[in-house]
T-cell receptor, first 111, second 115 residues
Framework: KNEVEQSPQNLTAQEGEFITINCSYS?????LHWLQQHPGGGIVSLFM???GKKKHGRLIATINIQEKHSSLHITASHPRDSAVYIC?????????????FGEGTQLTVNP | NAGVTQTPKFRVLKTGQSMTLLCAQD?????MYWYRQDPGMGLRLIHY???????AKGEVPDGYNVSRLKKQNFLLGLESAAPSQTSVYFC??????????????FGSGTQLSVL
């Protein structure tokens, strides 16, 4: 079993829909990252969470430490949101400790 | 600011050839990382560095070497390339500001094919 599981693997939505991508992990962590990988391959950091909730524009990320679960929500989705969304967890307590990455969720938003 | 710059963007090697991938960052970050990305798998850490002159092994270090002679540069070397090293390689860096201020910055990736 992977230490980080993302669901769904693939998601297709219509423009304007509310989208949720889930990330579950099996061990205690010190931080969780959400990343976006563009169709061209570049990777951008969206959020880093250790507790609670963060919001940036139409993106909202939440984490429940007790349930070992995080969600990434996109409100009023747009075709430009089409990308792979990657969850990564930090298993240790220093920046040098290893990040473990999920396989990613491929999101396609149709106009 | 350029952020994190990787070179080259594409490379084709024959089995047994050697090459070096260069990663440069202009953000004065302490931490730098090399990852590989393969289909159906998450990014995996090859080697990382927590400061100039220091390096450490990650999850999949075999067949790779690294050097961090200058704070802004992190080099990844393949001494004798193998087809199993065909992958997309990403360099990343982060600020040593404690976990609550950590943000990762990635390079644009290097597509490497080993024939």
């Amino acid at each position: 079993k992977n230490e980080v599981e993302q669901s769904p693997q693939n998601l297709t939505a219509q423009e304007g829909e509310f989208i949720t991508i889930n990330c579950s992990y099996s061990v205690g962590i010190s931080a969780l990252h959400w990343l976006q990988q563009h169709p061209g391959g570049g990777i951008v950091s969206l959020f880093m969470l250790s507790s609670g909730k963060k919001k940036h524009g139409r993106l909202i990320a939440t984490i429940n430490i007790q349930e070992k679960h995080s969600s990434l929500h996109i409100t009023a989705s747009h075709p430009r949101d089409s990308a792979v969304y990657i969850c990564a967890v930090r298993l240790g307590f220093t920046s040098g400790s290893r990040l473990t990455f999920g396989e990613g969720t491929q999101l396609t938003v149709n106009p | 600011n350029a952020g994190v710059t990787q070179t080259p963007k594409f490379r084709v090697l024959k089995t047994g050839q050697s090459m070096t991938l260069l990663c440069a960052q202009d953000m004065n970050h302490e931490y730098m990382y090399w990852y590989r990305q393969d289909p159906g798998m998450g990014l995996r850490l090859i080697h990382y560095s927590v400061g100039e002159g220091t390096t450490a092994k990650g999850e999949v270090p075999d067949g790779y070497n690294v050097s961090r002679l200058k704070k802004q540069n992190f080099l990844l070397g393949l001494e004798s390339a193998a087809p199993s090293q065909t992958s997309v390689y990403f360099c990343a860096s982060s600020y040593q500001g404690g976990l609550k201020r950590e943000k990762l910055f990635f390079g644009s990736g290097t597509q490497l094919s080993v024939l």
